[in-house]
């Protein structure tokens, strides 16, 4: 059945955002060789990214939310670059920047609000390796930013 | 001959530690169309992490110790992914994320205890790329976080 | 047509540096299944990196030239791995680390100097994925760090 991964978002009520564009000369994303490359996407809101620092001003809470919201713009990249998420065979990695303060070290329950919906939404197929590491700084002020590769059919 | 790096570990008095769970709602290893990509691997000792920072709490030589251990935990997760790591075509890539101080300059000598084992396990087959970077934190609170891709046969 | 990009590099006036040496046991690139994985670059001038750190000593016109010079790099380890650059198909990533003070928000103007200045070189070959972050220190001092993948016909 085709739009299998479709339904599961309509009855988990849930509508992918507008593709958010790059801020710079390069593109969101390259389906090449059976391997879909997603730039790094960040947790834009009605046109803005949450902002501020995990371990300062942003607590994991609010955080892991931050990071659903990544994971839908890698979705909604992934649509737009494959028409049909059924074709997705399996994500394989999932890179999470956390802005974070030098003392912060719950990076992976940040990263889980990506991880926990990827698996909600792609079933097995969202089971990806993934790394969860604390940067100085992000774009925009960013408070978290993930990139993926997905295999394709 | 199969298990030829397997004697090499039993010629060094090696033994890979029994593989880190992960920390959340992913997976340790996927391997897909000739490439194994694996997690970050924290330095984990007796199922704790090493912590502190590079340029302040920890010295060099300490954070390449800790590199060789999230090494062994790589090749661990290899192993489980593979059962026989002679299947390793080759280690495509280690991307070193070094919890370090602003001011810290030596990320190359952190991960050298991850690449120099690596070498001296796979041989050739462990020439990897590799980029090294400072983190401004990692989860736990580890010293330095490691992923791999490798190439299949 | 052989050396179309060779021609364009010479047309923009502009000349590959030689190779840097790996500054540890691993390689600069790895060319396995139509995928070439290049090492993260540092900006080396003169067989010197550029040092300093984007929201401090360095500023955002300065860090783009510096990762002009990554880029320069890279294409430069890719020639040495390839012998002729028209074999690129598609550069399928870079990954751009800045080094970068806490509160500093202007990574992808800092990256954009090497994107720019890829797709200026391989046109639209050059038209990458990516991420930006920040990085709390990066090797030698460097103001910036870029790896990159290419797909390879």
Same mark, same amino acid.
Request: net charge negative.
């Given at each position: 059945?085709?739009?299998? @991964?479709e #339904?599961?978002? $309509? /009855?988990?009520?849930?509508? %992918?955002?507008e593709?958010?564009?790059? =801020? ?23 046109g ?11 607590s ?13 713009? @890698?979705? #909604?990249?992934? $649509? /737009?670059?494959?028409?049909? %998420? ?5 994500? =394989? ?5 956390v ?12 990263i ?17 390796t993934?790394?969860?590491v604390g ?19």
């Amino acid at each position: 059945m085709a739009g299998e @991964i479709e #339904a599961r978002l $309509k /009855a988990l009520d849930l509508t %992918l955002p507008e593709v958010a564009s790059p =801020l710079a000369n390069y593109v969101p994303f390259l389906h090449i060789n059976n391997q879909l490359f997603i730039s790094g996407q960040l947790p834009m809101r009605d046109g803005a990214a949450v902002t501020g620092k995990l371990g300062d001003t942003v607590s994991v809470e609010d955080g892991a939310k931050a990071a659903e919201l990544c994971l839908f713009n @890698i979705l #909604a990249q992934a $649509k /737009a670059a494959l028409r049909d %998420l059924d074709r997705i065979e399996q994500c =394989l990695q999932l890179t999470g920047y956390v802005n974070a303060a030098p003392d912060f070290t719950d990076h992976p329950k940040v990263i889980n609000g990506a991880s926990d919906l990827m698996v909600e939404i792609l079933g097995n197929k969202g089971r990806h390796t993934r790394a969860a590491v604390g940067c100085s700084s992000l774009p925009l002020g960013a408070c978290v930013e993930i990139g993926a590769i997905f295999a394709i059919e």
